[in-house]
């Protein structure tokens, strides 16, 4: 059996498309939340992710006909948490800590991209900010998030 990936070769690998078969990384790629929701990486690098989704209020709608903002946010943490996992060594795991939003704009049918990087990277605390825009480039919500790095003990069943 080889030894797995880091998170961000395996990313890069999977984005390219030169996944090699049977390759593993410690942490589950793609998330079961990212499926459900259709949501694509579009952009890696070290603690930087962009995805992006289909999103359509027919779909993901709220009770005024527009994509639901709790949706946005899920995407938001899911960009945040894709950029972070790629700075994880071995035996290190992370928790989001707290996420913050706030919109600007309606979406009703649109690709969203959403890009995070980091505004302060410590060893364990990193602070995060994440940009959602429609595919007209117009910007739709902005997400600060706040993630800790687990270690040791503190990282064994997560």
């Known amino acids: 059996m080889s030894k797995p990936l880091s998170v961000l070769d395996y990313l890069q ?10 390759a593993t990384t410690e942490m589950k790629y793609p998330t079961a939340i990212s ?13 930087y992710a962009c995805l992006e ?14 994509v639901h903002g709790g949706l946005l946010s899920e995407l938001a943490d899911a960009a945040i948490g894709t950029a972070h996992s790629t700075t994880m060594g071995a035996g290190e795991t992370f928790a989001s ?11 009703w049918k649109s690709v ?13 605390i990193t602070h995060y900010q994440c940009e ?21 003990d503190m990282a064994t069943g997560r």
């Open 13 to 22: 690998h999977q984005l390219a498309g030169s996944l090699p078969a049977g």
């Open 35 to 47: 499926q459900l929701l259709g949501f694509r990486i579009a952009g890696i690098d070290t603690a």
């Open 53 to 66: 989704m289909d999103a359509d209020a027919d779909i993901h709608g709220n009770q005024q006909g527009t």
């Open 97 to 107: 800590i707290d996420l913050r939003i706030s919109f600007f704009r309606p979406v």
């Open 112 to 124: 969203l991209r959403a890009t995070a990087r980091p505004i302060q990277r410590g060893r364990t």
């Open 132 to 152: 959602i825009v429609r595919n007209d480039g117009k910007l739709v919500a902005l997400a600060a998030g706040t993630v800790m790095t687990l270690r040791g």
